[in-house]
């Protein structure tokens, strides 16, 4: 399968013809992929199909992005996000 690469926060990864955000963002080598609002608690990928919104991430500027069920493009910006983004390209606070 040919190979694409995308950045997750400014690393660059290879991936997979359909490969997933998700993907991308485990293999990035983040143990912890976003963290929650209230407690700040770590999460990581839970399901893999779209149905407990635990790898909520920002993809070209665009937040809350449900990286399990979104196929990786080539260029694609990947960025992990804290708690609910404000919607807005940027707006997801610092990153850890």
Not at 22 to 41: E, K, S
Not at 55 to 73: I, K, W, Y
């Amino acid at each position: 399968m040919p190979a694409l690469t995308v950045t997750v926060d400014g690393i660059p990864v290879e991936l997979r013809q359909g490969d997933t955000v998700a993907t991308a963002v485990l293999m990035a080598g983040h143990a912890v992929y976003r963290r929650t609002l209230l407690d700040d608690a770590p999460r990581a990928p839970f399901c893999m199909m779209g149905v407990c919104f635990d790898c909520l991430v920002e993809v070209d500027g665009v937040a809350n992005c449900q990286g399990c069920l979104m196929p990786a493009r080539e260029g694609m910006r990947i960025c992990r996000q804290i708690g609910l983004a404000t919607g807005q390209p940027g707006g997801e606070g610092p990153q850890r």
